[in-house]
C-alpha cells in the first residue's frame, strides 16, 4: 500500500507541474509580453514631473497639455497602454526630487518623463540613473544634461544648437558688431544660456559691451537696462524664463530701447507674447518647433490641440507631444514594461518622424536635429528672414 501511494503521488506531483507549466507558460499567457494587458499590447507606467504651480506654470501646462493628447492618440492605435502619473514640482529642485523618488520607488514607473527646468533635472536624473529608470527631458536645454547617465535622454534641443543660430541669423540681418548680455544668474538653465551666448560672441568676434545679471521673479530691471541703454548695443542677448524676459522687453521698450533681442530657449513660449504685448515684436530665438510650417503632420498636431485645449500648442507642448510618441514606440520595441530593455529601445531610436521634423538620438541620449530661427511679428511668431 505505501509505494502504490508513493508511485501514485508521484504520478500526480509531475501531472500537476505539467499542467501549471502549459497554463502558466513561464508566467505569460501566449501571445502576451511581460506588463501586457492580453490584448497583445504592453501596460507601462510612465511618471511625470511638470512645473504646474507657480509663476512659470504656462511651461509644465503646455507640456502636460502634449503628453495628454498624444497619450489619448496612442491609446487607439492600442499597442502600447500608458498610464501617466503626473506629479508637480512647482519649479523646485528639492520637489522635483521627491515627486522623482515616489514615482520610482512608490509607483514603480518604468521610465520618467520631464522635469520641466534643467535645474531640476540636475538633481533627479542622477537619481533615475542610480536607480535604472530611463528619464526623458523635453524642455531641458542646459549643457551637460544627457551626459548625467546611460538612462538620462532629452528630445529639446540643447542652448548650444539654438543660440548660436539665432545669434548668428541676428548678426547677418543686421551687420551687428558690439553686444550687451543680460542673465538670471540663480538659475542653471539661464546660467548655461549665459554661457553659450558669451562663448558666441567671442568666437563671431563681437564685443561684449557690458554683462547684467538678475534673479528668477524679480520685478525691476531698470537699474541694468540703464547700463545697457549707455553702451549703445547692436544686440541685446538675453537669457531667461518667459516671465522675467517679458518683462525685461517691456521695461527696455519703455526706456526707449530699441534694438533686437535675441533670446535662449525659455523665450519660446507664447506667454511671452502676452505678457510683453507689442514689447516682444522683434525678439529672435531658434527652436525645433514652428506652428506656421505647412508641414501636413504639423498642422494635424494644431488642429488638434486647438479643438482639445482652445488654444495653439507652443515648443514646450510639441516637444512633449513628441517625447510620449518617442517612448511609446521604444516601448513597443522593447515588447514589455522592463526599465532596462526600454532604456535600450530609447537608446537605439534613430530616423523618429515627428511635428518637430526627423529625429534620433546620439551616443549620449542628447537629440540629433536642426533648428529653426523665428521672430516676434505682428503679435506672433514667424520666420525670421
Do not use: H
Not at 97 to 102: D, P, T
Amino acid at each position: 500500500m505505501g509505494k502504490f501511494f508513493r508511485g501514485f503521488l508521484a504520478i500526480f506531483t509531475v501531472l500537476t507541474l505539467v499542467f501549471v507549466s502549459a497554463c502558466s507558460g513561464n508566467g505569460e499567457t501566449s501571445g502576451e509580453q511581460s506588463g501586457g494587458s492580453g490584448d497583445g499590447s504592453v501596460d507601462v507606467k510612465v511618471g511625470v514631473i511638470s512645473w504646474l504651480t507657480g509663476a512659470g506654470a504656462g511651461y509644465g501646462e503646455a507640456i502636460t497639455n502634449g503628453f495628454e493628447l498624444a497619450n489619448s492618440e496612442i491609446k487607439e492605435e492600442g499597442k502600447v497602454n500608458i498610464e501617466l502619473i503626473t506629479e508637480d514640482s512647482a519649479g523646485k529642485q528639492e520637489q522635483a526630487l521627491s515627486s522623482a523618488q515616489k514615482l520610482m520607488n512608490s509607483e514603480n514607473v518604468s521610465a520618467i518623463l520631464g522635469p520641466t527646468l534643467s535645474t531640476e533635472m540636475k538633481v533627479v536624473a542622477p537619481e533615475a540613473d542610480l536607480n535604472g529608470v530611463p528619464i526623458m527631458g523635453t524642455s531641458t536645454t542646459a549643457s551637460g544634461i544627457p551626459q548625467i547617465g546611460d538612462y538620462v535622454f532629452r528630445n529639446s534641443i540643447p542652448e548650444s544648437l539654438a543660440i548660436p543660430a539665432a545669434i548668428s541669423s541676428a548678426v547677418e540681418k543686421y551687420d551687428a558688431k558690439k553686444v550687451a548680455i543680460l542673465y538670471g544668474n540663480d538659475d542653471v538653465f539661464t546660467k548655461s544660456g549665459y554661457d553659450t551666448m558669451k562663448k558666441v560672441a567671442e568666437e563671431q568676434g563681437l564685443e561684449v559691451l557690458t554683462t547684467e545679471t538678475f534673479q528668477k521673479g524679480q520685478a525691476d530691471y531698470n537699474a541694468q537696462l540703464t547700463k545697457i541703454k549707455d553702451t549703445n548695443p547692436d544686440l541685446i542677448l538675453c537669457s531667461a524664463l518667459y516671465n522675467e524676459g517679458a518683462v525685461i522687453m517691456d521695461q527696455a521698450r519703455k526706456m526707449g530701447i530699441d534694438v533686437p533681442f535675441v533670446g535662449g530657449n525659455g523665450f519660446n513660449s507664447p506667454e511671452v507674447i502676452k505678457i510683453a504685448g507689442d514689447a516682444a515684436n522683434g525678439l529672435i530665438v531658434a527652436t525645433p518647433w514652428f506652428g506656421g510650417s505647412e508641414d501636413e503632420k504639423v498642422q494635424e498636431f494644431v488642429d488638434k490641440y486647438k479643438e482639445e485645449f482652445g488654444n495653439e500648442p507652443d515648443q514646450f507642448a510639441a516637444q512633449a507631444y513628441d517625447a510620449l510618441y518617442i517612448l511609446a514606440d521604444a516601448i513597443e520595441r522593447a515588447g514589455s514594461d522592463d526599465r532596462d530593455a526600454i532604456r535600450d529601445a530609447l537608446a537605439a531610436s534613430e530616423g523618429f518622424e515627428g511635428v518637430l521634423g526627423e529625429m534620433s538620438f546620439d551616443e549620449d541620449g542628447d537629440i540629433v536635429m536642426e533648428p529653426t530661427v523665428l521672430t516676434i511679428k505682428d503679435g506672433k511668431f514667424q520666420p525670421f528672414e
